[in-house]
């Protein structure tokens, strides 16, 4: 990626700066985008420039989990056989120099590894990768297309199975990586705090099981429609509720993060990248 280039992030009426992925009505901006449903929002949402810059034909996203391209980059897609690709156009807003048009969030449909492009890995929608078939590389180098650098998928894919075929485990364990709770007694809740100090850890972390309240055996774990997760005794009863995990890196760059079940316990995953976030990062949840 270009140094230079322009990098840009989305924005929205109402955008809370403490909940920076968390729509207006509850929803994880990533789920809508994995999930489909991105037309329900497409015209209530912009681009805002997080970085000024140059405006190629992929955008740098700041480490966000989406793609944007230009229209020059889309009429590149057919002409190769790619026909899987949805569109939404968004406006790029500027505070000192005219809005920028002709930019596109664009949504992959289709994990066969036959189709000419995929979202990578595994063909998800919510990512700033994409896995193309090499008659699109091509067809892009053919017309022009800037703003991208090219890496081989398969490697990458093989290299990826390999980790999880030697019995490795991505998953950080280490207590000592929580800060203990930053307890608020009037507002009967619980600070959590993650720091991610440097970038060789990977993005995946299991909660403590010290860290929460004593769940009852046979509880269960539910995800509610806005990134919150609660713990569930076996009458249906809320045993404990985990907010969604706010994170920034050092420099106050929000930083994509989100709760998970594993074994029905509690991971976080930190979607931080080296040479994009400045660290540490640092992920809050309010636990109540």
């Known amino acids: 990626m270009n140094d230079s280039a322009l990098w840009v992030e989305l924005g929205w009426e109402g955008q809370d700066e403490d909940a920076p992925f968390t729509l207006p009505d509850g929803r994880d901006l990533y789920r809508v985008i994995e999930d489909g449903p991105f037309a329900s929002i497409a015209d209530r949402v912009w681009l805002e420039v997080s970085n000024p810059g140059t405006t190629g034909d992929v955008l740098w996203t700041t480490g966000m989990a989406f793609t944007v391209v230009s229209g020059r980059f889309l009429e590149a897609l057919p002409a190769a056989g790619a026909r899987n690709v949805e569109a939404f156009p968004l406006t790029i807003r500027r505070k000192r120099a005219a809005d920028v048009e002709g930019y596109h ?17 595994n063909g998800r929608r919510s990512t700033p990768w994409l896995d193309v078939h090499v008659d699109v590389l091509a067809e892009l180098r053919r017309r022009g297309i800037d703003g991208f650098e090219v890496e081989d ?3 990458l894919s093989e ?32 600070v959590l705090r993650l720091r991610v100090e440097d970038g060789n850890l990977s993005g ?4 403590p099981a010290g860290r929460l309240s004593s769940s009852p055996q046979g509880s269960r774990l539910r995800e509610d429609p806005d990134g919150c997760w609660s713990a569930l005794a076996t009458d249906g009863s809320v045993v404990y509720t985990l907010s969604r995990p706010i994170a920034v890196d050092a420099s106050g760059t ?22 994009v976030h400045t660290y540490p990062v640092t992920v809050e949840a309010t636990l109540r």
């Open 153 to 155: 998928a398969r490697e």
């Open 204 to 207: 995946q972390f299991q909660v």
């Open 254 to 275: 929000p930083v994509a993060s989100w709760w998970y079940e594993d074994g029905n316990r509690i991971h976080l995953n930190v979607d931080h990248l080296p040479g």
């Open 105 to 121: 969030l664009v949504v992959v449909h289709g994990e066969d590894p036959n189709l000419p492009v995929r979202g990578f890995p």
């Open 159 to 190: 290299g990826l199975a390999a980790e999880a075929d030697d019995g490795s485990d991505p998953v950080n364990r280490d207590d000592r990586l929580w800060e203990a709770y930053v307890e608020e007694p009037a507002a009967g809740a619980a």
